[in-house]
């Protein structure tokens, strides 16, 4: 789609306006932001665009558009699919060798798992090695009570900070500051580094790595902005 708009600009309900008229999500709901710093980046976001929209550099906006039009219908029905990684978190499995690597794993790791078992009351069970053990039903159901209690602008930032880390725990306790999002990544690949060192860097991987940490930086502005 090309540009037809001259002047972006916000409403007293946070709706973004081009030329005075809403912008409307993909499902026609109105693009209501529900904190002012949010909605001033999106509307950035906006007024960044060249001649084309091109959504891959309007992450905002996209995650807001997936809140409204996604989560807000049934904010349950995707707490839930979220809460699922609370049984099968990076954090439980550990590698079995080198002691190197097991070291590195425990250092970035169990602070998390601590934070976790305090914030939250819980057990968790851990294993060196790839084969599932499933965790206490207190703690799944607890952690699912964490995710539940959150409204759709939340959860939705939640999902690529869960899915790309691969720790629903960490995405918990970076939500409530309890670790930088600098922190969260390099605990998130800490694996990935590991292999990078033994064996050198591989382009590919390196590229597709930066995609994902761009997209890891885009939920946890937009979870910042609400504040």
Same mark, same amino acid.
């Given at each position: 789609?090309?540009?037809? =708009?001259?002047?972006?600009?916000? +409403?007293? +309900? ?22 002012? !710093?949010?909605? &001033? ?6 007024? /960044? ?7 891959? @550099? ?5 995650? *807001?558009? *997936? ?8 904010? *349950? !029905? ?20 080198? /002691?190197?690597?097991? #070291?590195?794993e425990e250092a970035a790791w ?8 305090d914030r939250y009351d819980v ?14 039903? #207190?703690? @799944?159901?607890?952690? #699912?009570?964490?995710? %539940?209690?959150?409204?759709?602008? %939340? ?17 918990? &306790? ?7 999002? +600098?922190?969260? =990544? ?6 990935? !580094?590991?292999? !990078?060192?033994? =064996? ?10 930066? @995609?994902?940490?761009? +997209? ?12």
């Amino acid at each position: 789609m090309k540009r037809f =708009w001259t002047e972006v600009a916000v +409403d007293e +309900d946070g709706g973004i306006r081009l030329d005075g008229r809403p912008v409307r999500t993909p499902g026609r709901a109105a693009l209501a932001l529900p904190t002012p !710093a949010l909605a &001033a980046a999106v509307a950035a976001e906006w007024r /960044a665009v060249g001649e084309t929209i091109d959504p891959r @550099v309007m992450p905002l906006t996209g995650l *807001a558009n *997936a809140a409204i039009d996604r989560v807000a219908p049934d904010p *349950a !029905a995707f707490a839930a699919g979220l809460a699922a990684y609370a049984e099968s978190d990076l954090l439980y499995y550990r590698a079995e060798s080198p /002691a190197e690597l097991v #070291a590195r794993e425990e250092a970035a790791w169990d602070p998390l798992l601590a934070w976790a078992r305090d914030r939250y009351d819980v057990h968790f069970e851990t294993i060196s090695g790839v084969m599932h053990r499933p965790q206490p039903t #207190a703690t @799944v159901a607890r952690l #699912a009570e964490a995710v %539940a209690s959150r409204p759709p602008f %939340a959860l939705v930032a939640l999902q690529p900070l869960v899915t790309i880390a691969g720790t629903l725990v960490g995405a918990l &306790a970076l939500a409530e500051r309890a670790i930088s999002a +600098d922190d969260l =990544w390099s605990a998130a690949i800490v694996d990935e !580094a590991w292999q !990078a060192e033994l =064996w050198g860097e591989d382009p590919e991987a390196e590229k597709a790595r930066a @995609v994902r940490r761009r +997209d890891f930086d885009s939920a946890v502005r937009f979870l910042g902005l609400l504040g």
